[in-house]
């Protein structure tokens, strides 16, 4: 029975304590929303952060990216030959990475590398009490550190996820050609004729919630990071996994409501 009193109690508190970070990361967001986006704004830092986490992430969204669209080609030959539908494997493989696999992947790998870069980043300020040196100074941490990075991660994830989509068709273009002979013209043709409006607009919208989430996450951790070195490796860690967990949460959420307003 004592055991038992034990995994109930140890349950409990995981349960209290996920509902207490759920509660200080929406103060932490609300706190963004009534005074980040206040004047005055800080354009050159805000300028600097999408240049370091839009330019900067290119080469591994976009290796990412081809070898994505070239082993799923790989991967969907096999089972369209079987049903000999092998001609429809450019409309199969579009319709993949545009609407759902593009923009989820490419989340991904961006809240692995700039959700951690941004909580380690943050909480190595805090640690070296650099935070508390810009507040005596003058300066609002907040908006500076804080603001800048959440609108960047913001406006940056969509358009590397438009890079990472047309990079992932030409790596398709490539896979459709290892073991046949298509004509570029024709197979974008084919890719584009399949696509729609329901396809490329929710695919798109969402990635600028994936964005936020990845740079409100990451700031709240680094933010509010303990003392010590080990502090700091736990902010970036958790803040990989929080985002990760909301990419897929969010993307829940927006497959549901494109399929009640009647966009699929």
């Known amino acids: 029975m004592d055991s038992i009193d034990k995994i109930h109690w ?15 990361v929406m103060r932490f ?3 963004f929303f009534s005074l980040g986006l206040k004047p005055r704004f800080e354009v050159k830092e805000l ?12 080469p591994l969204i976009g290796l990412t990216g081809f070898i994505m669209g070239l082993v799923l080609t790989m991967q969907l030959r096999p089972s369209l030959i079987s049903y000999g539908v092998e001609s429809e ?6 319709i993949a990475i545009v609407r759902e696999i593009g923009p989820v992947i490419t989340a991904l790998i961006f809240a692995g590398k700039i959700g951690s870069s941004i909580g380690a980043e ?12 810009m507040e005596v100074s003058g300066t609002n941490p907040f908006k500076y550190l804080v603001a800048t990075r959440v609108l960047a991660s913001t406006l940056m994830l969509p358009i590397l996820t438009i890079l990472s989509d047309a990079i992932s068709l030409f790596g398709a273009y490539i896979g459709v050609n290892i073991r046949s002979v298509t004509s570029i013209r024709l197979f974008y043709t084919q890719v584009f004729d399949s696509l729609s409006f329901g396809d490329l607009t929710p695919a798109v919208i969402k990635t600028f919630f994936f964005g936020f989430a990845v740079g409100i996450v990451g ?3 680094g933010y509010n990071s303990s003392k010590g070195t080990r502090g700091v490796g736990s902010s970036a860690n958790t803040a990989v996994v929080l985002a990760s967990v909301l990419i897929f949460i969010i993307d829940l959420l927006a497959v549901q409501l494109t399929d009640v307003l009647g966009l699929n």
Do not use: N, W
Not at 10 to 24: C, M, N, P, V
Not at 47 to 58: A, E, F, M, R, V
Not at 89 to 94: A, E, I, N, S, T
């Open 47 to 58: 300028l600097t952060q999408c240049y370091l986490i839009g330019y900067k992430s290119l």
């Open 219 to 221: 700031c709240y951790k």
């Open 89 to 94: 494997l450019p409309v199969m493989v579009g």
């Open 10 to 24: 140890a349950f409990t508190d995981r349960i209290l304590e996920f509902f207490k970070e759920t509660g200080h």
């Open 29 to 31: 967001t609300g706190h």
């Open 122 to 133: 943050l909480g190595s300020m805090k640690v070296t009490e650099q935070i508390d040196a």
